[in-house]
């Protein structure tokens, strides 16, 4: 029996996409994800303002959707990233939808509230006419959530379980775009698996936004503290065969979310793709 969700919403995403690092796709990869059947590629690794890696994915496609998961704030002006979107959405109509968001303190030096600077960003938006349907935040906690559904199409959570899919979509409520990252390892092997699992979810303990909303989440600090315990690993990085791993993906669209963008670790992340597809996309 197939997990299938095929099903298309908010405009031509689909059910599942691809998240990978924004550096690492070439249009080649993003030909490969079409053909395969995926809605959506999401840009991760703070694409910077001039988005040309998008105008390239784009022309390199014809229906795929490219999206940024996440432009950061912090380092790209929203006035800069407003010029992109209108050259994206002139160069081709309704493909692009800018993913924006507030980094890490620990990264960005910031010293100021993100939720205030924000509010100040979507505010430069709306100044520029960026259309709020064709923008969404990274959200992981309440107030971000409600503000992404406020003020954008949805929420882009991302190193979440499918118990946050639940959360979130109580908070957020119907008609508002839901679209979580889920990090896949398709090995039948715990142990093998759990290990490059790991390697891809450890860094991100060191992250006061993730940790707090992992403890939200009901991890306990034992869970948290690097390099995470397996339980914590195996949600995080979901592993087994196709078969399992696309159950475990379908998980958050059951939970409500209403788009999974899938993270392929290891190597191979075509071959991993390709193989899930059958389950996934049909």
């Given at each position: 029996m197939r997990v299938l969700v095929r099903d298309m919403t908010f405009d031509g995403l689909g059910r599942v996409g691809v998240w990978r690092g924004y550096a690492q796709v070439s249009a080649a990869d993003a030909r490969a994800y079409e053909e395969a059947g995926y809605g959506a590629v999401w840009l991760g690794g703070s694409p910077p303002a001039d988005l040309a890696r998008v105008d390239e994915l784009l022309a390199a496609t014809e229906s795929l959707t490219v999206a940024t998961s996440i432009v950061n704030i912090w380092q790209s002006p929203a006035k800069e990233v407003a010029e992109s979107f209108h050259r994206l959405e002139a160069g081709h109509p309704g493909r692009f939808l800018l993913g924006v968001g507030a980094g890490h303190r620990e990264f960005d030096g910031v010293y100021r509230k993100p939720y205030d600077a924000l509010v100040d960003y979507l505010d430069e938006l709306d100044a520029q006419g960026v259309p709020r349907e064709r923008r969404a935040l990274a959200a992981l906690g309440p107030k971000v959530l409600r503000l992404a559904r406020d003020r954008s199409a949805g929420a882009l959570p991302y190193l979440v379980s499918p118990e946050h899919s639940r959360k979130a979509r109580e908070i957020v409520g119907a008609g508002t775009l839901l679209a979580t990252e889920q990090k896949v390892v398709l090995d039948s092997d715990p142990e093998r698996a759990r290990a490059v699992g790991r390697q891809a979810v450890t860094p991100y303990l060191g992250l006061t936004n993730y940790v707090n909303n992992l403890r939200r989440l009901g991890y306990s600090d034992a869970d948290v503290?690097?390099?995470?315990?397996?339980?914590?690993?195996?949600?995080?990085?979901?592993?087994?065969?196709?078969?399992?791993?696309?159950?475990?993906?379908?998980?958050?669209l059951d939970a409500g979310a209403d788009h999974v963008a899938v993270q392929a670790l290891g190597g191979g992340h075509l071959e991993t793709l390709r193989a899930l597809a059958p389950h996934l996309v049909g």
């Open positions: 503290a690097t390099p995470g315990s397996d339980g914590l690993v195996d949600a995080l990085a979901v592993h087994g065969d196709a078969r399992r791993v696309a159950q475990q993906v379908a998980a958050h």
